[in-house]
């Protein structure tokens, strides 16, 4: 798969369970202001911003996208607009193009990225000829997604250090496919255990897991665990990247210290397979997917109960109730987590966690 065409797969994987048609574009009533829109050249009508630009699809005002909480962005006005005049729908000049539907439509009032099934329409209204337009910006979807796969997490770390970069066996990373932190970090640990390292690497090579998988090992549980535990303890793939030199010439490579890790896409599409929130690109809870692995590793080693390393986290929990009266009751029964209450008025960092809530509730406030 080329860059691109996989670039637009994760685009429309990320936006697929969200899109919907606005509920104003059917009815949505255009100004006859008189209003052409030329086919370049546009500018913020409050402002000097010539990016981030939105047309207000009822009076065709052309006016800039919304501050990033990092300062970044434009300065509000077209939201602004929006609460002075309740017109609900914009689309960002520089996504239109002859694919129409890949156009990011806004509805201010849904809060949301929508569909408009007569944009075409309401383009032409102010002398928008769409199939003659370039691509210059990025969409909504597209911004996000490069946010989250591009993610500095140097901006947000409350205090930063510097780390010795590791190679070897064990010290294996997982690439982010936008949103899958959760997913690694629950592989990370899971394949730190005794049970899970003796059962998918240790005790079984790639090709035993291939030797017993059904017709189609892709879609094997057994066999992407098994996988994904050689890639991740072999050391095989903990190895410095190598940086091509700005020609492009492969040749003349240089080491970095840093390693390109493992994408655990096949382990990540077996493991979610049906599952309606772990198949998204959703940001996900870590417990719940654990919760979910450790019932599907059940599942898959049901016929040899001695050999499932989900074993190794289940414990038992009795619980004693006591009444005023006297009475003592007890509840007994299994579970694979344990809840800890963190003494948050012991933490060190006490002054740095607030400057974060401060910077946090003003961006909550910008809205
Ligand atoms: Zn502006």
């Not at 691109?4 to 369970?17: H, P, R």
């Not at 640990?189 to 189609?216: H, I």
């Not at 890790?261 to 198949?279: D, N, Q």
Request: hydrophobic letters at 35%; one cysteine or more.
């Amino acid at each position: 798969m080329n860059q691109g065409a996989e670039k637009k797969e994760q685009v429309a994987a990320w936006t697929a369970d969200t899109k919907v048609v606005s509920k104003h574009a059917m009815e949505l009533k255009q100004l006859d202001n008189g209003v052409i829109i030329p086919p370049s050249g546009w500018k913020c009508q409050k402002c000097d911003k010539t990016d981030n630009l939105w047309l207000n699809l009822t009076d065709g005002s052309i006016l800039c996208g919304r501050r990033n909480w990092d300062g970044t962005g434009g300065n509000n006005h077209a939201v602004n607009h929006y609460n002075a005049t309740g017109y609900p729908l914009a689309v960002k000049l520089g996504t239109i193009t002859a694919d129409l539907e890949a156009a990011d439509v806004y509805s201010y009032d849904e809060d949301a990225s929508v569909i408009d099934p007569l944009l075409a329409r309401h383009l032409q209204h102010f002398g928008i000829d769409f199939s003659s337009l370039q691509k210059t910006e990025m969409t909504t979807a597209e911004r996000e997604l490069d946010q989250n796969t591009n993610f500095d997490w140097n901006r947000i770390q409350e205090s930063g250090q510097e780390v010795e970069p590791l190679f070897g066996p064990g010290y294996t990373g997982l690439v982010n496919l936008g949103n899958s932190c959760y997913l690694a970090a629950t592989m990370q640990v899971m394949f730190s255990t005794r049970g899970f390292c003796q059962r998918y690497y240790s005790n079984q090579s790639l090709k035993e897991a291939f030797g017993t998988a059904p017709a189609d090992p892709t879609v094997d549980l057994n066999m992407q665990l098994t996988k994904l535990a050689h890639g991740l303890l072999s050391g095989k793939y903990s190895i410095p990247a190598t940086k091509k030199d700005d020609a492009g010439d492969a040749a003349q490579t240089t080491l970095t210290a840093k390693q390109e890790g493992i994408p655990p896409r096949m382990f990540k599409s077996v493991i979610a397979a049906k599952h309606p929130e772990f198949s998204t690109m959703r940001q996900q809870d870590a417990l719940e997917f654990f919760l979910h692995l450790i019932d599907q590793v059940e599942r898959i080693n049901i016929g040899s109960p001695t050999f499932d390393p989900s074993r190794s986290f289940k414990f038992g929990i009795e619980e004693r109730l006591q009444c005023p009266s006297g009475k003592v009751a007890y509840n007994r029964r299994h579970d694979y987590i344990l809840s800890l209450n963190i003494p948050l008025h012991k933490a060190t960092n006490k002054n740095e966690l607030e400057d974060f809530r401060k910077l946090k509730a003003e961006k909550d406030a910008r809205g």
